[in-house]
């Protein structure tokens, strides 16, 4: 009985779940992003080129066939896919980062006179402009 207690557990851990989520998620993924790639990037590159497939380029050797264009698809399709992941995932995700870091303020480095309201270092003891003492608040 311990065992599938222990196996039940392992299964429920949060790793495991999250993993699983994880592989569910990203192959959903995958899908829009090739579907994505073949039904709307691969046709305008093929309306722009007038070229719609390359698997019929090749040449022969000494009776072997060398199919480039079938590379050439799987290279255009590579592009397509990480071009298609950095536009519409890495960059705006980026984006939302940034927006989320708020870096704090820097702190200041000068103060205002309290005779004259000017700016005057924030270490300074007497104001240069109207040279009144500056009495420091204590800590």
């Known amino acids: 009985m311990t065992i599938l207690k222990e196996f039940k557990s392992f299964l429920l851990r949060g790793n495991v779940v999250d993993l ?10 995958g899908t829009v992003v090739s579907s994505l790639v073949k039904n709307i990037l691969t046709p305008l590159i093929a309306a722009i080129a007038k070229v719609p497939d390359f698997s019929g380029l090749k040449f022969t050797i000494n009776g072997s066939v060398f199919m480039y264009g079938d590379f050439i698809n799987a290279l255009i399709s590579f592009i397509l896919v990480a071009a298609a992941v ?16 708020k870096e704090p303020p820097a702190d200041p480095t000068t103060k205002k006179c309290t005779e004259c309201l000017s700016d005057m270092p924030i270490s300074a003891k007497r104001c240069a402009h109207c040279t009144q ?5 204590q800590a």
């Open 133 to 137: 003492v500056q009495i420091t608040p």
């Open 86 to 101: 950095f536009f519409f995932v890495i960059k705006p995700m980026n984006i939302l980062i940034a927006k989320s870091r």
């Open 20 to 29: 699983a989520v994880g592989v569910v998620v990203g192959a959903a993924f």
